[in-house]
């Protein structure tokens, strides 16, 4: 038999010992999958005005865009997916020894106002917010999207920089260097072709890690050879291994640059390590190959933005592969912030030592 009053009153509570005081958790403690959806938490700041008052050293924006798809849709659906990909609040990097939030300012501005089968529109208004993300000093981080969203986003930052140079290190499965896909010349297998068409890219500065299967044909490589084009096939990696190639990269893309950009299609690790990608290519990296590639990047020049493309959470199986670009952003962030530390973020001098300590197993 209940022992209450009747009725609710001020003593259920009291009853229930509900009218004690209780600590109470800002929102950027409360656990990974409580509270408003942003990426690590970060503060969500819109408002260009704002952006250029605080002057962020980062800033995360989603391009939720697939219209450029030739396979498996989905891709439009990613930054979400990857903003709510993490079950830790922690941001202390074990690999780096650093928590890059205590060193840099890093904000989430949301996504880029997408209108869904108009490709035009959303190349044009990426372009334009990109500039405007910009003009605040920030490094963008781009949440994709399909990878026709690189060319408006490299060529806003490689405009902004003008005259200085940008370099690209392009990781996927496929060159994306084609003229056309079945006559379009605007979708997720183009964008490379058209950065260096336009001079966005100088052709010897991009260089590419990670091709593997039967696309594209001989006669695009011809093309991407008379450009200059340098790239490390996955049987370069099975025979060398990341670290070497990577650092070939490096040193590749710095000949030609002060600053690099990097292009993540999450199609250059393996399918079994993620299976969430709208063109899948079996054989290729491990996914922690690809973090350790990034925070050898990042820790060896500064960064002119990154992205992380053809996440397709329809086609993903338990988050691995949102998983897997949440890190891949904060194994970015946390390079940077190493270079921040020890006053090399504007050096474009590779810390050979730095290298090494992410070189072990």
Same mark, same amino acid.
């Given at each position: 038999m209940s022992h209450l009053p009747e009725g609710p009153g001020p003593d259920l509570a009291r009853a229930h010992g509900w009218d004690r005081p209780v600590p109470r958790l800002p929102e950027d403690e409360l656990p990974a999958y409580a509270g408003e959806l942003t990426w690590c938490k970060r503060p969500r700041i819109t408002a260009t005005s704002e952006l250029v008052r605080r002057r962020p050293d980062?800033?995360?924006?989603?391009?939720? $865009?697939?219209? +450029?798809?030739?396979?498996?849709?989905?891709?439009?659906?990613?930054?979400?997916?990857?903003? +709510?990909a993490t079950s830790t609040n922690g941001d202390y990097s074990l690999a780096l020894d650093i928590e890059p939030f205590r060193i840099l300012d890093v904000v989430d501005v949301g996504d880029v106002d997408i209108i869904p089968a108009w490709p035009g529109r959303s190349h044009a208004v990426t372009y334009q917010?990109?500039? %405007? $993300?910009?003009?605040? +000093? #920030?490094?963008?981080?781009v949440l994709g999207g399909d990878h026709s969203i690189t060319w408006p986003v490299v060529s806003a930052i490689a405009a902004h920089a003008w005259p200085a140079r940008v370099a690209m290190i392009h990781f996927d499965a496929h060159a994306d260097t084609a003229d056309d896909e079945q006559g379009v010349r605007t979708g997720h297998g183009?964008?490379?072709?058209?950065?260096? !068409?336009? +001079?966005?890219?100088?052709?010897?500065?991009?260089v590419q890690i990670g091709l593997r299967g039967y696309w594209p044909p001989p006669a695009v490589f011809d093309w991407m050879r008379a450009q200059g084009m340098r790239w490390h096939p996955m049987t370069e990696i099975e025979a060398r291994g990341i670290d070497a190639v990577v650092d070939d990269a490096i040193t590749e893309a710095l000949q030609h640059a002060d600053r690099i950009y990097v292009s993540v299609d999450i199609d250059v690790v393996d399918p079994g390590m993620a299976p969430g990608t709208g063109t899948p290519?079996?054989?290729?990296?491990?996914?922690? !190959?690809?973090?350790?590639?990034?925070?050898?990047? #990042?820790?060896?020049?500064?960064?002119?933005?990154?992205?992380?493309?053809?996440?397709?959470?329809?086609? %993903?199986?338990?988050?691995?592969? #949102?998983?897997? #670009?949440?890190?891949c952003v904060l194994e970015a962030v946390s390079g940077m912030a190493v270079r921040r530390r020890e006053g090399h973020d504007r050096s474009t001098t590779i810390d050979r030592s730095a290298l090494a300590g992410v070189s072990a197993p």
């Open positions: 980062v800033v995360v924006v989603g391009v939720p $865009f697939d219209d +450029g798809v030739s396979h498996r849709p989905g891709a439009r659906l990613g930054p979400r997916a990857i903003r +709510g917010r990109m500039r %405007d $993300f910009l003009d605040s +000093g #920030a490094v963008p981080m183009t964008p490379m072709r058209r950065l260096i !068409e336009s +001079g966005a890219i100088a052709g010897p500065a991009l290519e079996p054989g290729g990296l491990l996914a922690r !190959e690809l973090l350790r590639a990034i925070r050898r990047i #990042a820790l060896a020049a500064p960064l002119a933005g990154l992205d992380v493309m053809e996440v397709s959470p329809p086609w %993903d199986h338990a988050e691995v592969t #949102a998983m897997l #670009a949440h890190r």
